[in-house]
């Protein structure tokens, strides 16, 4: 069964204006405070840019440090004076230190989001030589694209649009060490789909069951998402499902009491499901419904393993996986 990512077509540049929709960062925002341009000097608290608009835009901003610098470029900017430009590990404005921009829900800050389309400018003093390069990524890592662009007059723009999984981390570089990056713009933000292992399983005969994503799956609407379960010896296992979050749970509870020692219950199981393994793997199937009436709603696995050798309960459990519905 394909991967519901496989059918994703590549990302494609926007060849027409959504900025009525967009948000729109130029860097002049009130409560931001413009450093000189001068590279190599240590960038002032008040100029630090990181996570001034996370908590109503869903947006980070970070560089070799855990900030960006927000500098005054004077005219030749976008949206003149200020624009942004890297950090070393040390904190200094470096021009060819890369930015990454990473999206999150405003409401819920520890969970990733998406959106479907952005936009950065360079800065408008081009040397004619060198390129810049944004890279476009997915919440599980996966790299969506790549658009690369000379550094040439006006100033580069990089449009970058996916219709799905969307866009959760941004990557921008530049080659010369002398561009500044400002106008950074996008649609609103919306929850990712995620798949997130937690928990630690106990060892059977084929060493801990491992419960994952299928490569590239995610719970996204009207596709079919697939957890996988490795190490099933015996052929047959059991997939547990909850959905309360773990921290509102008495969890994890030890299994030692019923034979299983060392192992740990990590979901609050409402629903068991019988897998057959094939080759030592089993997996797990849900055709989620279309729509977005289940965006945001998040769900909890564990994979518990027939395992008479093990103990004398007679199973071993993997690891847990929380999984957020979203886009």
Do not use: K
Request: a negative charge; glycine letters at 12%; one cysteine or more.
């Amino acid at each position: 069964m394909n991967s519901p990512l496989s059918r994703f077509a590549p990302f494609v540049l926007l060849l027409t204006s959504v900025a009525a929709q967009t948000n729109l960062i130029n860097f002049q925002n009130p409560g931001l405070v413009a450093m000189s341009n001068t590279a190599g000097q240590p960038v002032p608290a008040a100029a630090r840019l990181s996570t001034q608009f996370l908590n109503t835009l869903g947006v980070r901003f970070s560089s070799n440090s855990a900030f960006v610098a927000v500098v005054n470029h004077g005219t030749f900017t976008p949206s003149a004076p200020n624009l942004i430009g890297g950090t070393t590990a040390t904190g200094a404005l470096n021009y060819m230190q890369p930015i990454t921009v990473q999206f999150f829900d405003p409401s819920d800050p520890t969970q990733p989001a998406t959106t479907d389309w952005f936009r950065v400018r360079g800065d408008l003093s081009p040397l004619n030589t060198g390129t810049g390069t944004v890279r476009a990524f997915a919440v599980d890592g996966t790299l969506l694209g790549t658009q690369t662009l000379p550094d040439t007059a006006p100033g580069m723009v990089f449009t970058m649009a996916f219709a799905a999984p969307g866009i959760h981390r941004v990557l921008i570089t530049g080659t010369t060490g002398t561009v500044g990056w400002d106008d950074v713009e996008f649609l609103p933000v919306r929850r990712a789909a995620s798949y997130l292992p937690y928990g630690a399983g106990c060892a059977g005969t084929l060493g801990v069951p491992v419960l994952s994503a299928a490569p590239g799956g995610l719970p996204l609407p009207g596709n079919i998402f697939t957890a996988v379960l490795s190490g099933i010896g015996s052929g047959v296992a059991l997939m547990a499902t909850g959905v309360t979050e773990p921290t509102l749970a008495p969890l994890p509870v030890p299994l030692g009491a019923i034979g299983m020692p060392g192992c740990e219950l990590w979901v609050d199981a409402v629903q068991f499901d019988a897998m057959i393994a094939i080759g030592n793997q089993g997996n797990w199937t849900w055709l989620l419904p279309s729509g977005s009436a289940m965006l945001g709603q998040r769900f909890f696995q564990q994979g518990f393993v027939f395992d008479p050798a093990a103990n004398a309960f007679g199973f071993v459990a993997s690891n847990a996986a929380a999984a957020t519905i979203g886009s």
